[in-house]
């Protein structure tokens, strides 16, 4: 069983929609990262949490440590924001452990 | 700053030659680590730095060798390329480790071994 799993794997949206993609973990962690993914392959770091939400921009990251879970909400989704959204947890050590991506499509 | 620079961005091997995956960055970062992304398996960790002189091996380490003698490189060794090791390989490095600071990538490395 995966460590960290994340759903839904794809997932299609209209422009302006609300997007929610999730990352389910089974370890105690110490960290979460949240990653986007280019077409071209390229990839950028959106957050680092511990604890509570961030916001940039569009973007919001939550967790809930208790329950093991982490959400990255998109508010106004748009056609560059198609891409693919990947979770990341630090276990113990220097370790990441990661998702196997959300493939997020926004059409226009 | 250039960030995080990778190369070559492509490379093919024949099975058995050797080769190094250059990875360097200029943001005086000391952790660095090295991955694999395969298709339907995401991203694995082979080995990893915590600064220079240490290094630490990943969930994927066998078939590869790393080294830290600066603090800004961070080379990747494959010793006789196989088959099984053609992936996209990803080079990232952080401030101060993956607990505390975010991590930036490399353009990655897509290398094909025949």
């Known amino acids: 069983k995966n460590e960290v799993e994340q759903s839904p794997q794809n997932l299609t949206a209209q422009e302006g929609e609300f997007i929610t993609i999730n990352c389910s973990y089974s370890?105690?962690?110490?960290?979460l990262h949240w990653l986007q993914q280019h077409p071209g392959g390229g990839i950028v770091s959106l957050f680092m949490l511990s604890s509570g939400k961030k916001k940039h921009g569009r973007l919001i990251a939550t967790i809930n440590i208790q329950e093991k879970h982490s959400s990255l909400h998109i508010t106004a989704s748009h056609p560059r924001d198609s891409a693919v959204y990947i979770c990341a947890v630090r276990g113990g050590s220097e370790k990441l452990v990661f998702g196997k991506g959300t493939k997020l499509t926004v059409n226009p | 700053n250039a960030g995080v620079t990778q190369t070559p961005k492509f490379q093919v091997l024949k099975t058995g030659q050797s080769m190094t995956l250059q990875c360097a960055q200029d943001m005086n970062h000391e952790y660095m680590s090295w991955y694999r992304q395969d298709p339907g398996m995401g991203l694995r960790l082979i080995h990893y730095?915590?600064?220079?002189?240490?290094?630490d091996q990943g969930e994927v380490p066998n078939g590869y060798n790393v080294s830290r003698s600066t603090t800004e490189d961070f080379p990747l060794r494959l010793l006789s390329a196989a088959p099984s090791q053609t992936s996209v390989y990803f080079c990232a490095s952080s401030y101060s480790g993956v607990g505390n600071s975010p991590l930036h990538f490399g353009n990655g490395t897509r290398l094909t071994v025949t």
């Open positions: 370890v105690g962690i110490s960290a």
């Open positions: 730095s915590v600064g220079a002189g240490i290094t």
